[in-house]
Nanobody, 124 residues
Framework: QVQLVESGGGLVQAGGSLRLSCAASGRTFSTLRGGWFRQAPGKERQFVAAISFRGILFYEDSVKGRFTISRDNAKNTQYLQMNSLKPEDTAVYYC??????????????????WGQGTQVTVSS
Protein backbone atom coordinates (compact mmCIF):
# COMPACT_ATOMS: atom_id res chain seq x y z
CA GLN A 1 0.00 0.00 0.00
CA VAL A 2 1.31 3.43 -0.94
CA GLN A 3 0.61 6.47 1.20
CA LEU A 4 1.09 10.00 -0.13
CA VAL A 5 1.36 13.05 2.13
CA GLU A 6 1.28 16.50 0.58
CA SER A 7 2.49 19.82 1.91
CA GLY A 8 3.29 23.30 0.68
CA GLY A 9 -0.06 24.82 -0.22
CA GLY A 10 -1.13 28.27 0.91
CA LEU A 11 -2.16 31.78 -0.05
CA VAL A 12 -0.04 33.72 -2.53
CA GLN A 13 -0.47 36.84 -4.62
CA ALA A 14 -0.72 36.64 -8.39
CA GLY A 15 2.74 36.35 -9.91
CA GLY A 16 4.10 34.56 -6.87
CA SER A 17 5.43 31.04 -6.42
CA LEU A 18 4.75 27.96 -4.34
CA ARG A 19 6.32 24.52 -4.18
CA LEU A 20 4.17 21.53 -3.36
CA SER A 21 5.74 18.39 -1.94
CA CYS A 22 4.42 14.84 -1.88
CA ALA A 23 6.20 12.30 0.30
CA ALA A 24 5.55 8.65 -0.48
CA SER A 25 5.78 5.65 1.82
CA GLY A 26 5.25 1.98 1.12
CA ARG A 27 6.85 1.94 -2.30
CA THR A 28 9.59 3.75 -4.17
CA PHE A 29 8.23 6.69 -6.16
CA SER A 30 10.57 5.93 -9.05
CA THR A 31 8.66 2.69 -9.72
CA LEU A 32 5.35 4.53 -10.08
CA ARG A 33 3.74 6.93 -12.50
CA GLY A 34 3.52 10.25 -10.64
CA GLY A 35 1.05 13.04 -11.19
CA TRP A 36 -0.50 16.22 -9.90
CA PHE A 37 -4.17 17.09 -10.35
CA ARG A 38 -6.27 20.00 -9.14
CA GLN A 39 -9.91 20.58 -8.43
CA ALA A 40 -11.63 23.94 -8.15
CA PRO A 41 -15.05 24.30 -6.49
CA GLY A 42 -17.81 23.00 -8.73
CA LYS A 43 -15.40 21.64 -11.31
CA GLU A 44 -14.03 18.23 -12.19
CA ARG A 45 -10.56 17.11 -11.16
CA GLN A 46 -8.14 18.40 -13.77
CA PHE A 47 -4.75 17.06 -14.87
CA VAL A 48 -1.80 19.37 -14.13
CA ALA A 49 1.45 17.45 -14.63
CA ALA A 50 2.86 13.93 -14.68
CA ILE A 51 6.04 11.88 -14.76
CA SER A 52 5.72 8.61 -16.68
CA PHE A 53 7.33 5.30 -15.73
CA ARG A 54 10.12 6.22 -18.15
CA GLY A 55 10.60 9.64 -16.58
CA ILE A 56 8.95 11.61 -19.37
CA LEU A 57 7.29 14.83 -18.21
CA PHE A 58 3.83 15.96 -19.27
CA TYR A 59 1.99 19.22 -18.57
CA GLU A 60 -1.46 20.60 -19.07
CA ASP A 61 -1.30 23.42 -21.62
CA SER A 62 -2.22 26.24 -19.24
CA VAL A 63 0.68 25.47 -16.87
CA LYS A 64 3.43 24.82 -19.43
CA GLY A 65 6.38 27.11 -18.82
CA ARG A 66 5.13 28.00 -15.33
CA PHE A 67 4.95 24.69 -13.44
CA THR A 68 7.63 22.03 -13.10
CA ILE A 69 7.15 18.48 -11.83
CA SER A 70 10.17 16.71 -10.38
CA ARG A 71 11.27 13.90 -8.08
CA ASP A 72 13.95 13.37 -5.48
CA ASN A 73 14.39 9.61 -5.39
CA ALA A 74 16.64 9.77 -2.33
CA LYS A 75 13.81 11.44 -0.38
CA ASN A 76 11.07 9.46 -2.16
CA THR A 77 9.33 12.77 -2.74
CA GLN A 78 7.63 14.36 -5.72
CA TYR A 79 7.40 18.12 -6.20
CA LEU A 80 5.39 20.65 -8.13
CA GLN A 81 7.14 24.00 -8.47
CA MET A 82 4.57 26.62 -9.42
CA ASN A 83 5.73 30.01 -10.69
CA SER A 84 3.89 33.01 -12.12
CA LEU A 85 0.74 31.90 -10.36
CA LYS A 86 -2.60 33.22 -11.56
CA PRO A 87 -5.96 33.47 -9.76
CA GLU A 88 -7.29 30.74 -12.07
CA ASP A 89 -4.72 28.36 -10.55
CA THR A 90 -6.70 28.45 -7.30
CA ALA A 91 -7.78 24.90 -6.41
CA VAL A 92 -7.13 21.96 -4.17
CA TYR A 93 -4.04 20.21 -5.54
CA TYR A 94 -3.70 16.45 -5.28
CA CYS A 95 -0.63 14.28 -5.58
CA UNK A 96 -1.22 10.95 -7.31
CA UNK A 97 0.69 7.78 -8.09
CA UNK A 98 -0.13 4.91 -10.39
CA UNK A 99 1.21 1.37 -10.40
CA UNK A 100 -0.44 0.06 -13.56
CA UNK A 101 1.43 0.58 -16.83
CA UNK A 102 0.07 1.53 -20.25
CA UNK A 103 -2.62 3.85 -18.95
CA UNK A 104 -3.15 7.49 -19.89
CA UNK A 105 -1.02 9.87 -17.83
CA UNK A 106 -3.69 12.60 -17.73
CA UNK A 107 -6.68 10.59 -16.50
CA UNK A 108 -7.50 10.37 -12.79
CA UNK A 109 -8.57 6.74 -13.14
CA UNK A 110 -5.00 5.86 -14.18
CA UNK A 111 -3.81 6.59 -10.64
CA UNK A 112 -4.60 4.28 -7.76
CA UNK A 113 -2.99 6.24 -4.92
CA TRP A 114 -3.90 9.78 -3.88
CA GLY A 115 -2.83 12.33 -1.33
CA GLN A 116 -5.25 14.20 0.90
CA GLY A 117 -5.04 17.41 -1.12
CA THR A 118 -3.60 20.82 -0.31
CA GLN A 119 -5.29 24.17 -0.92
CA VAL A 120 -3.62 26.70 -3.19
CA THR A 121 -5.21 30.15 -3.28
CA VAL A 122 -3.93 32.87 -5.60
CA SER A 123 -5.21 36.37 -4.92
CA SER A 124 -5.44 39.02 -7.62
Amino acid sequence: QVQLVESGGGLVQAGGSLRLSCAASGRTFSTLRGGWFRQAPGKERQFVAAISFRGILFYEDSVKGRFTISRDNAKNTQYLQMNSLKPEDTAVYYCAAGSVRFLDYNTPTSYNYWGQGTQVTVSS
